[in-house]
């Protein structure tokens, strides 16, 4: 059950337990909130949490990995970075000639599409109804025309697309020559010093043992979505693949998509926080725009366009290099500036932000939710109902810091 804010440390990981049951009628899905307010002279920071949920008597604790949906996009970029700063890769190059493949909007075909504006969603491409591929199925299968919004000229529009990122691990993997799941791990989970990774790659065995399920909810049950038992006792990566196909015939730079880039990063809440002091709040170059909605610009400042639900309009009203932006914060009416990243996927509503002005980092996560998903606020920056409830409790705890 609920507790209420109180002192956590965020080190471990927490005890490790058998892979979880499929839950019972008394299991709860995990909910939790971790804000990290930095100390107002050289004290120490303080460290607040909410925590809830149990699945077969193990309780869910900031330690605790699960799928962190669409935030695994804010690590994306930071991979993206990593990368181009080394001299991996070139994010500003066409990829058309990396991954030797013409990828072009057919209404603007002397305009290249980078790795830079694949992350920031500036592309022209939208999301087809499927935008993944098993393995050993090729990426290029996807890249049809049915992927280019009309009229949207790459590098001038934003468009939300998981299928960006499904193509941007595909470059990454063609520029390095490496799976995408390993290059992670050693760009971005190792140097952290995280037990972290896309699909449980690379992820150890007691931490993988550890994870949570994520589920949807009907009258009287739970559902698992995703990391069932089985999944979670499993020693290799948990990909789609076809009957047969082993992973060490995969070629990278051939399907990207295969450990879910888009979304697929297994964290906890803790991770969560260090990633938001480790890499968002250490780069200010991230909490500059590179497209901004505008109140007169419709299509700019609405997403319908982007998935056909129109209750979303006004989402989106800025947008980084991975990151989302709130210019005065996620709530009506003025405030700091907010960055980091919202998840929502099979169940699952989280986020990671950071407030740049004060250095404090809040996560959050709902590992359940109904099967018609969560109502939005309908308010600018219009959000989901649960999003908005675990940003009120950030704010009852900490107002004056966010």
């Known amino acids: 059950m609920a507790s209420g804010a109180v002192t956590l440390g965020l080190t471990g990981v927490g005890c490790v ?38 699945i077969g008597g193990r309780v869910f604790s900031a330690a605790s990995p699960f799928r962190i949906a669409s935030v695994s996009k804010l ?55 499927v935008y993944w591929m098993a393995a050993p199925g090729n990426i290029r299968t996807l890249l049809t025309d049915e992927i280019w919004e009309p009229g949207v000229r790459p590098g001038a529009g934003f468009r939300y697309s998981n299928l960006n990122y499904g193509i941007a691990a595909t470059v990454m993997e063609a520029a390095t020559g490496d799976r995408f ?33 994520v589920m949807r909810g009907r009258p009287g049950a739970w559902d698992v979505q995703v990391d069932r038992p089985d999944t979670l006792a499993a020693s290799e990566p948990a990909i789609l693949r076809d009957r047969g196909f082993d992973l060490k015939d995969y070629v990278p730079g051939s399907n990207g998509t295969l450990f879910s880039p888009q979304g697929g990063l297994r964290a906890s809440l803790s991770d969560l926080i260090v990633i938001g002091q480790e890499i968002v709040l250490q780069q200010p170059a991230l909490w500059t725009p590179n497209w901004q909605a505008s109140e007169t610009d419709g299509r700019g400042s609405e997403s319908e366009s982007i998935d056909g639900r129109g209750h979303e309009a006004g989402h989106f009203t800025a947008f980084g290099e991975g990151v989302y932006i709130y210019p005065h914060g996620p709530r009506p009416g003025a405030g700091r500036q907010w960055v980091g990243h919202h998840g929502e996927a099979y169940g699952v509503y989280c986020g990671l932000w950071v407030v740049p002005e004060t250095g404090a980092v809040f996560a959050h996560a709902d590992l359940g939710s109904p099967v018609d998903g969560s109502p939005m606020t309908g308010e600018r920056p219009n959000q989901t109902e649960i999003a908005s409830k675990a940003f009120d409790w950030a704010f009852a705890q900490a107002g004056a810091m966010l």
């Open 17 to 54: 337990s058998r892979a979880a049951p499929v839950p019972e009628m008394d299991d709860r899905p995990g909910r939790g909130r971790v804000l990290r307010v930095p100390a107002a002279s050289d004290g120490a920071p303080t460290l607040l949490s909410d925590m809830s949920g149990r």
């Open 75 to 129: 690590l994306v970029g930071e991979l993206m970075r990593r990368l181009h700063t080394a001299g991996e890769l070139n994010a500003d190059d066409d990829v058309s000639d990396i991954i030797h493949y013409p990828l072009r909007h057919p209404g603007f075909l002397q305009e290249p599409v980078t790795l830079r504006r694949l992350i920031g969603h500036q592309s022209g491409i939208i999301d087809p109804p």
């Open 181 to 213: 799941d390993r290059l992670f791990t050693r760009w971005i989970a190792q140097p952290l010093g995280l037990d972290i990774g896309f699909n449980w790659s690379g992820v150890s065995a007691a931490r993988r043992a550890s994870g949570f399920p």
